[in-house]
């Protein structure tokens, strides 16, 4: 099978702004078309669109708005890692001779109708995601004896290196009392515990070994995929401490890459809510069950970004659709030594975990120089 | 016949397949493991509690039904423990939620 990389990428400020969701897609990719000189619309075969907007025929709007006229054109929906999944669709299309450039641009509003799982219904009147979220940190914090003091770690840690991230929502960093003493949205789950649904784009540009050259002199390599669903209902999870859905996805990924998760020198790791981040650290195998925190503790105090280097989407917001995106992009610019204030040094692989409605299902993707 | 036309007079209802005795949840009308087509039976209405937490002075619970139905219900009175066993005493839909109301058994 052929090499399949990452040639360019435009990314938009994460916000609260009220704009159009076609205004957010074209943003993002105008961005990539202007760092990306040897790009012409005429190169591009396929143009993938993530969102959960319910807009329709968005792939071919932003087509028509940008000029392009490609071969394929659709949208792709997957609740919270719609962004990896596109990536992923777009790496087939290169993989198997259909596509040999392809653009995957994400995007999603403030007021997203993606954040709630209508279908549900084993949730009850329970559908938001603070419902789970509270599910899960109480299960946590019961079967490993964690406290609320250590999970306002992961906060703490993922504000503070937003700070260095020019696109982040976050403003400002907060000390483990503000986190404890934010608004209470339930027993278990603090305000500054969770991510916050915002208006952001991404835009990311995937290409065949070949084509990847006329783009970048500097291409990085998507070298492992996994993808798991073990169903769509919350309720119908094994275990609510860890990510079955992930512990597949990561596995096969690393396999695909032939690496294991020791050579991997940085991570962007789906933290929706704060429990999220030590259940995904040890359901990807970074650490032992029952010892993300303590993972967590030793990256925050010293100051080492290894871990969500962007701010996670506690730190960055979380665009839904524009997510696992934003995330490769992390990634790829950690790989390129490009991450300014937030690079973690000679990082050579890295890691995406993109996962969708309490880890029903899971996107890893393993990324190389 | 259907789950959420007996779950609008409040009745509890589970789907089984025919064939291969499979509890299939979420409801449908066919098996999620042969695609038999189910057969309606009253269900049990008590479980235990999986998991809960609180909003306000609200308790929602995570609850296991017949081993195997998992939902989040309110519960009505009294304060919940892991493995607490538990009844629904009313359910139905409401604003187009299934709502389940529980209770301490």
Not at chain 1, 18 to 32: P, Y
Not at chain 1, 220 to 237: D, E, L, P, R
Not at chain 1, 254 to 272: I, P, Q, T, Y
Request: proline residues 3%; neutral net charge; aromatic residues 8%.
């Amino acid at each position: 099978m052929s090499k399949v990389g990452i040639a360019s990428y435009g990314i938009t400020k994460f916000s609260m702004e009220d704009s159009k969701i076609e205004s957010v897609l074209l943003e993002s990719t105008k961005k990539l078309f202007d760092d990306t000189p040897n790009l012409s619309r005429k190169d591009i075969d396929a143009v993938l669109v993530s969102t959960n907007n319910n807009s329709k025929y968005l792939s071919a709007i932003l087509s028509e708005m940008s000029g392009i006229e490609p071969k394929i054109a659709h949208s792709i929906e997957s609740l919270c890692n719609s962004g990896t999944n596109s990536i992923v669709s777009a790496y087939s299309y290169i993989a198997s001779g259909l596509a040999d450039v392809v653009l995957v641009s994400g995007a999603e509003r403030y007021d997203s109708t993606g954040q709630i799982l209508e279908w549900d219904n084993s949730r009850g009147e329970f559908k938001h995601p603070i419902f789970w979220a509270s599910i899960f940190t109480k299960a946590y914090k019961r079967e490993f004896s964690i406290t609320d003091e250590q999970l306002a770690l992961v906060s703490a840690k993922n504000h503070k290196q937003s700070q260095h991230n020019p696109y982040a929502l976050s403003k400002k960093v907060y000390s483990l009392k503000e986190i404890i003493n934010s608004k209470k949205l339930t027993d278990d789950l603090r305000l500054l515990d969770c991510s916050r649904p915002c208006t952001g784009g991404a835009s990311i540009l995937l290409a065949s070994e070949d084509s990847c050259k006329k783009f970048t002199d500097n291409p990085i390599w998507i070298t492992g995929i996994g993808q798991k669903t073990m169903s769509a209902g919350f309720t119908k999870n094994m275990a609510f401490s860890s990510m079955e859905s992930t512990q597949y996805a990561a596995l096969s990924a690393l396999k695909m890459s032939k690496h294991s998760v020791m050579d991997v020198n940085v991570a962007e790791v789906h933290d929706a809510f704060a429990v999220c981040e030590p259940m995904a650290l040890e359901s990807i195998g970074f650490t032992d069950k029952g010892k993300g925190m303590d993972m967590i503790k030793e990256l925050h105090t010293t100051n080492n970004f290894k871990i969500n280097p962007r701010g996670g989407l506690i730190g960055a917001g979380h665009p839904l659709g524009a997510t696992g995106i934003a995330q490769t992009i992390e990634i790829t610019q950690q790989l390129q030594s490009n991450a300014e204030k937030r690079q973690v040094e000679n990082a050579k692989i890295g890691l995406v975990h993109n996962m969708s409605a309490a880890a029903t299902s899971s996107t890893v993707l393993v990324l190389e120089r | 016949m259907t789950f959420e036309s007996e779950l609008y007079k409040g009745n509890f209802t589970i789907a089984e397949c025919d064939k291969c005795k499979k509890i299939v949840w979420p409801p449908s009308e066919f098996c999620n493991n042969c695609f038999n087509q189910v057969i309606w039976r009253k269900g049990a209405c008590e479980g235990k509690i999986i998991e809960f937490s609180k909003k306000n002075n609200e308790y929602f619970c995570l609850i296991e039904i017949e081993n195997h139905i998992k939902v989040i219900g309110k519960m009505t009175s009294g304060i919940p423990i892991e493995g607490n066993k538990i009844k629904i005493d009313k359910c139905g839909i409401r604003e187009n939620n299934y709502f389940f109301e529980i209770s301490l058994i």
